[in-house]
């Protein structure tokens, strides 16, 4: 199984088109191995962009520098996936 | 799992327990529900559909896929759920009996098996297909990027490790081409409806191109109404639009390549998530989300049943 051990999932409130395009701009970026799992588009929808352990000092420092709003939506990926894991298991044994 | 009052619609299942529970719902009603196999997957896994049908040879039909991007999990639950519904509601929901009278209804439950087992035993976050990208050291190709509806156009990659990278030509994936050969040989899909998650939308074409559909104002309409009764349950809040303009352009998308090839009543649905874990819905969110998808689904098929063309 690959571990999610840390990462973090952070949902983005874009403000302005200017948000959108920094945005766009980092889901371009394949150097700190971002999934985004909604896409920035615009200011109506939020962007959720999980991000591996590695980089999410980075990830922050560049939403901060640009005043994006974020707030962590989930954690740590791998303790939700490891109840649900242990859901699943539990279900399948009954 | 053998008996179909024992499973556990609130909770997510493997994909062997999912086929063995198809065949438990077909033995439980078999003048109604079938197990259709309409090919197998890269991996040699088989697909299925199962088909309500009360008679008739290629009566007009309604094609409902879930799963077609693995992580996507709350999409097959509610599918199974749903699946339930449509059969234990027959000769029951008075609507539902006259829909299963007069056209038949596919359900694709795990219309990306591999990806489906990838991400039970390897990587819970996997979205695309598991076939094997010539020149590539990554594998796999979005499903939803690789029909023929401006195939490779914006909205979609052509690099193999990207999660949305629409593949070497149209059709590529054989989980896509044998929902396609089954839907041109039928010939009489009225609607086509592909069911994802998450973010609470309900789109209709095009994903493609940002121009509106010629039926653009009909489509919008009958989303609108499905939402109203999809959120009468929960209060649960959808946005309908165009793919494109609700989103984002897309390339090479299923429901964009449904309508150009004349099913009207094409829509898409992005489920539920209450802004807290996204594509890891906890389990005991299924039933609710399953019930309310159950509302606006049935709203878009009533349309479709009374508006024939």
Known sequence: HKLFIGDQVLRINAESEEHIQLLKELEDDEGWELDFWTHPASTDLPVDIHVPFASLHAVKNFLQAHKIPFHVMINNLQELLDEEQEGVELNAMQ | ERNARSFNFGAYHTLDTIYSWMDTLVAAHPNLVSKV?????????????????????????????????????????????????????????????????????????????????????????????????????????????????????????????????????????????????????????????????????????????????????????????????LSSLYGTSYKVGSICKIIYQASGGSID??????????????????????????????????????????????YVRDHPY
């Open chain 2, 257 to 302: 390549w449904s309508y150009d090839i004349g099913i009207k009543y094409s829509f898409a649905f992005e489920l539920r998530d209450t802004g807290r874990y996204g594509f890891l819905l906890p389990a005991n969110q299924i039933i609710p989300t399953a019930s309310e998808t159950w509302l606006g689904l049935k709203h878009i098929m009533e």
């Open chain 2, 37 to 229: 196999q309409i090919g197998t997957s890269y991996e040699n896994r088989p697909m299925y559909a199962l088909k309500f049908s009360t008679g008739g040879n290629k009566r007009p039909a309604i094609w409902i896929d879930a799963g077609i991007h693995a992580r996507e999990w709350v999409s097959t639950a509610s599918a199974v759920w749903m699946a339930d519904k449509m059969a234990t509601d027959y000769g029951v929901d008075p609507s539902v009996t006259s829909l299963l009278g007069q056209m038949d209804v596919y359900l694709s439950i795990v219309t990306n098996p591999d990806g489906y087992v990838y991400t039970h035993t390897s990587d819970r976050m996997w979205r695309k297909t598991r076939s094997v990208n010539t020149g590539s050291v990554c594998r796999g190709v979005d499903p939803n990027r690789n029909w023929d509806a401006g195939f490779g156009g914006p909205g979609a990659s052509k690099n193999p490790c990207s999660d949305s990278y629409h593949g070497p030509h149209a059709h590529s994936e054989i989980e896509v081409k044998n929902v396609v050969d089954l839907v041109q040989s039928h010939g009489n899909f009225k609607a086509f409806i592909s069911v994802h998650a998450y973010s609470q939308l309900l789109m209709y074409p095009y994903g493609y191109s940002c121009t509106s559909v010629p039926h653009q104002a009909e489509l919008d309409s009958v989303g609108r109404s499905a939402v109203q009764a």
